[in-house]
């Protein structure tokens, strides 16, 4: 009986580790990924105040894709911030490039 209840005890934390060590690769991901966000929109205003843009008008499109960000919607917002840099020929910095920033 001492060794189900050692095991079951074992089982229990190996799953509290395992849940603790998913749960801060995961925050980890999320700052990663909501500064790889405000990196890539914080690029598109830089140009865009340096009167290199196509318009004066602030970006609809580039606005929705940050608040999509903030929402935690990460790869959605990322992927539209990088098709709006490159339609403007805006040079996009790889992921590894900004993590050594």
Request: net charge positive; glycine share 6%.
């Amino acid at each position: 009986m001492a060794f189900v209840n050692i095991a079951r005890n074992a089982a229990a934390l190996s799953v509290a580790a395992l849940s603790i060590v998913y749960a801060a690769a995961g925050h980890a991901q999320t700052v990663d990924d909501m500064s790889r966000c405000r990196d890539l929109y914080g690029l598109y205003n830089k140009y865009e105040a340096n009167g290199r843009g196509s318009t004066s008008a602030p970006n609809v499109e580039v606005a929705a894709a940050f608040s999509e960000c903030q929402k935690g919607n990460y790869k959605l917002g990322i992927a539209n911030l990088t098709k709006a840099l490159e339609r403007q020929k805006i040079p996009v910095p790889d992921v590894e490039a900004a993590k050594a920033r």
